[in-house]
């Protein structure tokens, strides 16, 4: 169960677009659909952004996409606000019945 | 509405025993999945455990394998996480969470946790 790769920092302008990458391996994120992204405000419970790699839930704004190429997962807020700020995580199905997680990412909106 | 709540965090010592509790309302409790995980003080995001809907099947992290326990009592709706031999590096924010998907693999309900300290 080995951590996913995520870059520490990112950060964007108000109503500019960023990316955050997720990168795995062939026996989780490189296999699996089941990829999940998870924003969290100090202090805050995580909250569900995406899941299976490109749904939203219900509640969550359009603006907030995501993808997946070969190992790497990709988490895109467009039109970027205040509000945004925020710590995201990735998380990834590994199969039998386990999850892993990534670092984290710290999105600064300048 | 869906709500979970945790209790039963606190300081304990290396080597000793505690027990969390997570009460659920809002939603048939009996009929999900539910995961913990949890957040070392500044730290990432850890999966500890998930239990099926039954409670028949339990699946943990291997950090805490042979050494915390998942169960649940659908009566009460309360979910629970024995920990067992606790390392200061299990000092962190446990969740519990509602799981969902085919893989269980998402969680789309989380409580707000609450904090275990190990320290001599």
């Known amino acids: 169960q080995s951590a996913l790769t995520q870059p520490p920092s990112a950060s964007g302008s108000p109503g500019h677009s960023v990316t955050i990458s997720c990168t795995g391996t062939s026996s989780d994120v490189g296999h699996y659909i089941y990829v999940s992204w998870y924003q969290q405000h100090p202090g805050q419970a995580p909250r569900l952004m995406i899941y299976e790699f490109n749904k939203r839930p219900s509640g969550v704004p359009a603006r907030f996409s995501g993808s997946k190429s070969g190992n790497t997962a990709s988490l895109t807020v467009s039109g970027l606000q205040t509000e945004d700020e925020a710590d995201y995580y990735c998380?990834?199905?590994?199969?039998?019945?386990?999850?892993?997680f990534g670092g984290g990412t710290k999105l600064t909106v300048l | 509405q869906v709500q979970l709540l945790e209790s039963g965090g606190g300081v304990v010592q290396p080597g000793r025993s505690l027990r969390l509790s997570c009460a659920a309302s809002?939603?048939?409790?009996?009929?999900?999945?539910m995961h913990w995980f949890r957040q070392p003080p500044g730290k990432g995001l850890e999966w500890v455990a998930l239990i099926s809907y039954d409670g028949n099947n339990q699946y943990y992290g291997d950090s805490v394998k042979g050494r915390f326990t998942i169960s649940r009592d659908s009566s009460n709706n309360t979910l629970s996480l024995q920990m067992n031999s606790l390392r200061a590096d299990d000092t962190a924010i446990y969740y519990c969470?509602?799981?969902?998907?085919?893989?269980?693999?998402?969680?789309?309900?989380w409580g707000h946790g609450t904090l275990v300290t190990v320290s001599p």
């Open positions: 969470a509602r799981a969902r998907g085919v893989t269980r693999a998402h969680s789309d309900y």
């Open positions: 809002g939603f048939t409790f009996r009929n999900y999945a």
């Open positions: 998380s990834s199905y590994a199969g039998n019945n386990t999850l892993v």
